[in-house]
C-alpha cells in the first residue's frame, strides 16, 4: 500500500533559523497536503499542492510539489516560537488521504 | 473554522463498557471521517461516510463501528472498549470536489 516517509522526526532550532523538511512517497497523487497540529489540538491545513512543481507559499511558509509527483518539502523561513508543533504532510487523490507520521517542531527563544 | 465540533472531548471508561464519539458539523459535507492518533503512528483512518448511510472501512476499522443516518452527525463506537483503543479520535470533513481535509478538536479516550 501507499507510504509516506516524512523527515526527520523531530527538529530543534532557535529562533530566527529556516527550517525545511520534507516527505517521499511510493505512489503518485494528484495533491500534496501540509498540516500543522498544535499540542492539544486537531490538524490545522497550512498549504495545498495539485500539480507537479507547483510552489505556494503562505506567508513565511513555502511548501513544493515535487517534478517526480512522488515528493514534496516545507520550508518555514525565520521561525518563531509559535511556529513549534507537529507538521504532518499529505497525499491524496481519491476519497482517502496518507499521512505521514509528522516532523516535530521545538523551536527554543 | 470548517464548524465541526466532536463531544465528548474528553471521556475515560473501563475495559468491556461501550462508547460513542459524536462528531457534528454544520456546513453539510458529504464526506465525514474517523481517525486515531497514536505516537508513533502518526493519524489511521478508522471509517468514513461518503453520505447518509453510506460508509467503508480505513486501516484500522476492527472493533469499530460507525452510523451517520443525517448528514451532519457521524458516530463512531467501540462496542466494548480495550485499552489498545486509548487514543486521540479526530473527526474530519472533505470538502466537495477537493481532497483537503478540516479537522475537529478530538476526543482523549482513556481506556483503563
Known amino acids: 500500500g501507499q507510504q509516506l516517509n516524512q523527515s526527520p522526526q523531530s527538529m530543534f532550532i532557535q529562533e530566527g533559523e529556516d527550517v525545511s523538511m520534507n516527505c517521499t512517497s511510493s505512489?503518485?497523487?494528484?495533491?500534496w497536503l501540509w498540516y500543522k497540529q498544535d499540542p492539544g489540538e486537531g490538524p490545522v491545513l497550512l498549504i495545498a499542492l495539485y500539480k507537479a512543481g507547483e510552489l505556494t507559499s503562505n506567508g513565511r511558509l513555502t511548501a513544493q510539489f515535487g517534478t517526480t509527483r512522488k515528493d514534496s518539502f516545507l520550508n518555514i523561513s525565520a521561525s518563531i516560537p509559535s511556529d513549534v508543533g507537529i507538521y504532518f504532510c499529505a497525499q491524496g487523490g481519491s476519497e482517502k488521504l496518507v499521512f505521514g507520521k509528522g516532523t516535530k517542531l521545538t523551536v527554543n527563544p | 473554522d470548517a464548524g465541526i465540533t466532536q463531544s465528548p472531548r474528553h471521556k475515560v471508561t473501563e475495559t468491556g463498557t461501550p462508547v460513542t464519539l459524536r462528531c457534528h458539523q454544520t456546513?453539510?459535507?458529504?464526506?465525514m471521517y474517523w481517525y486515531r492518533q497514536d505516537p508513533g503512528h502518526g493519524l489511521r483512518l478508522i471509517h468514513y461516510s461518503y453520505g447518509v448511510k453510506d460508509t467503508d472501512k480505513g486501516e484500522v476499522s476492527d472493533g469499530y463501528s460507525v452510523s451517520r443516518s443525517k448528514t451532519e452527525d457521524f458516530l463512531l463506537t467501540l462496542e466494548s472498549a480495550t485499552s489498545s483503543q486509548t487514543s486521540v479520535y479526530f473527526c474530519a470533513i472533505r470538502e466537495a470536489l477537493a481532497d483537503t481535509q478540516y479537522f475537529g478538536p478530538g476526543t482523549r479516550l482513556t481506556v483503563l
Open positions: 505512489s503518485i497523487f494528484n495533491t
Open positions: 456546513e453539510n459535507h458529504r464526506y
